[in-house]
């Protein structure tokens, strides 16, 4: 199976900072058709997942620009500018190339 | 808009099989493929499975191969998962996902295993 690394377990922010979030797979994330099954996905409080991030940097409908994802094979990392309090939360990368899907252990967004 | 509305909270018992709902709504059900997945408590994200709603074909995950049987009615645009021979350790909530991407995601179905 495809382990995804995520770091930190947790970061600390102040509203208005920006952080960033690493995500690494143990294997390339490129599937056969050229295209790189990585999402990420926050989860806040009491609450589903929700996607923020489809194909390593797509942002999904709604979503704000704050957020964006960049990398490749398999180093990925999702950036999120002015921090505000609804992005609290924990958040999930994720790969779809390979069988069985699977998601990293989630790093914990906190207020500073 | 879509949604993706699971069954309710259920508590059974060790050994016993539980066998939960994802009705589908907003978009045409059998074009999208619906994942189910695994929470257990304060812990991250495990994919059981997923089923092709059009063709009912099926794709698992070897760990939860012998645990789920994911089925679909197109009549009702309702999923289902069944777990079977239950225990403590399948304490968990338990989502559905739908779209590319696991786009849109169910409100969760909290399964507890207890005597």
């Known amino acids: 199976d495809v382990v995804m690394t995520q770091t930190p377990v947790s970061l600390s922010v102040s509203l208005g900072g920006q952080v960033s979030i690493s995500c690494r797979s143990s294997?390339?994330?490129?599937?056969?058709?050229?295209?790189?099954?990585l999402s990420w996905y926050l989860q806040k409080p009491g609450q589903s997942p929700q996607l923020l991030i489809y194909k390593v940097s797509n942002r999904f409908s709604g979503i704000s620009d704050r957020f964006s994802g960049s990398g490749s094979g398999t180093d990925f990392t999702l950036k999120i500018s002015r921090v505000e309090p609804d992005d609290l939360g924990v958040y999930y990368c994720g790969q779809g190339t390979q069988y069985p899907y699977t998601f990293g252990a989630g790093t914990k967004l906190e207020l500073k | 808009q879509v949604k993706l509305l699971q069954s309710g909270a259920a508590l059974v018992k060790p050994g016993d099989s539980v066998k939960m709902s994802c009705k589908a709504s907003?978009?045409?059900?059998?074009?999208?493929?619906i994942h189910w997945v695994k929470q257990s408590h304060g812990k991250s994200l495990e994919w059981i499975g997923y089923?092709?709603?059009?063709?009912?074909?099926?794709n698992y995950n070897e760990k939860f191969k012998s645990k789920a049987t994911l089925t679909v009615d197109k009549s009702s645009s309702t999923a289902y998962m069944e777990f079977s021979r239950l225990t403590s350790e399948d304490s968990a909530i338990y989502y559905c996902a739908s779209r590319a991407a696991m786009a849109y995601w169910g409100q969760g179905t909290l399964v507890t295993v207890s005597s």
């Open positions: 089923i092709n709603p059009y063709s009912g074909g099926t």
């Open positions: 294997q390339s994330l490129v599937h056969n058709n050229g295209n790189t099954y």
């Open positions: 907003g978009y045409t059900f059998t074009d999208y493929i």
